[in-house]
Each structure stands twice: as structure tokens, then as C-alpha cells.
């Protein structure tokens, strides 16, 4: 008769624990706000990349201290930096040096270096890094092409387009690719 009261009084215990509960909460999504910076930032897909990691990213150059924290990121694989402008020197790079050595580098950059200067920054660097340049349309000059096909840090040019066509990008020595947005 003691185990039938034991289960009873455990029996009522859980019940009453239960009830004043409360509901359960209904799931929830991820902030506004990171879902608003998820729609604008690039996702990148590597169909050779087999191995688990995980990809930090930020909108603009790290300092030296959050390229250090990342020594602490679990598995980390990936860095990738989306930048809307060319930084100008290699001053403003400066801080990539303090990259984890076991982890990539890749750096969307948007539209046209403003200056040679711009673009020698990136030979500077003494990090592995992968830059795609985002452009839209034509470049601006043939001499734009020169210093982008001497930049050793750039992989691919994407230009965003509704017409594709290697018109002025016939003396880009580097992989080009046209992407063409819909609504």
C-alpha cells in the first residue's frame, strides 16, 4: 500500500506542477532586425566545401580585438566581409592581419575601386584572402581592368545586369559572371 501512495502523491505533484504552468509559449522567429540584415547580406555557397564550419560575417572591417575573439568561435571556417565601397588604403586593412590563420577570408567588395591605390592595398595584405567584386554594368575604364587583373586577392567579378555581356570586360584576366535580379 506505501508504493500505490507514493505514485499517488507524485501523480497529483506533476499534475498541480502542470497547471500552474501556464500555456506553452508560441515559437519565435529570429529579431526584425537580423532577419532585415539576413535579406541584404550575401550567402555563400561553396559546392566543394564539404567539412562542417561555421561563418561569422560582418558589414564592415573588424577591429583587431573581434578578429582575435574569433579565436573562441567554435569550428570557425569562414570570415566574409561585405563592404558596399572599396576601402581606400591599406591602412583601413590593416586590421585583416589579425585573421585566425585556419580560417578563409572572403570579402564582397561592391562597385569600382575609386583609385589605384585602392586596389594595391589588397597586394599589401599578407593574409590569404578572396575577394568577389560586386559591379554593376561597365567598368569605368580600361585601367580599371589593368589594376583589378594585377590584384592578386581577386577571384571573380559578378556584375549585376539585366543584359549580360562581356562588353568592357573583355581585358579582365580573372572569371566573370553576370547575375540578373527580379522581383
Not at 599578407?126 to 569605368?140: D, K, M, N, T, Y
Not at 580599371?144 to 586577392?153: E, F, K, P, Q
Not at 539585366?162 to 566573370?176: N, V
Request: net charge negative.
Amino acid at each position: 500500500m506505501r508504493p500505490t501512495r507514493i505514485a499517488l502523491v507524485f501523480a497529483a505533484g506533476v499534475a498541480a506542477g502542470c497547471m500552474t504552468a501556464g500555456p506553452p509559449l508560441p515559437a519565435q522567429g529570429p529579431p526584425a532586425a537580423a532577419t532585415a540584415h539576413a535579406a541584404v547580406s550575401p550567402l555563400l555557397l561553396d559546392r566543394t566545401d564539404m567539412g562542417l564550419g561555421t561563418t561569422v560575417q560582418f558589414a564592415r572591417i573588424p577591429s583587431a580585438n573581434e578578429l582575435f575573439d574569433l579565436h573562441n568561435v567554435s569550428g570557425l571556417a569562414h570570415v566574409v566581409i561585405a563592404l558596399p565601397s572599396w576601402p581606400k588604403t591599406y591602412l583601413d586593412l590593416q586590421p585583416l592581419e589579425q585573421m585566425p590563420s585556419d580560417a578563409d577570408l572572403i570579402v564582397v567588395l561592391g562597385g569600382f575601386p575609386e583609385t589605384r591605390e585602392a586596389v594595391e592595398a589588397w597586394n599589401q595584405l599578407q593574409v590569404r584572402a578572396r575577394v568577389i567584386l560586386l559591379a554593376q554594368g561597365p567598368p569605368p575604364s580600361s585601367n580599371v581592368l589593368r589594376d583589378l587583373s594585377a590584384m592578386r586577392a581577386l577571384e571573380r567579378v559578378i556584375v549585376d545586369t539585366d543584359d549580360p555581356s562581356h562588353t568592357g570586360y573583355e581585358r579582365l584576366q580573372r572569371p566573370i559572371s553576370f547575375r540578373v535580379l527580379k522581383d
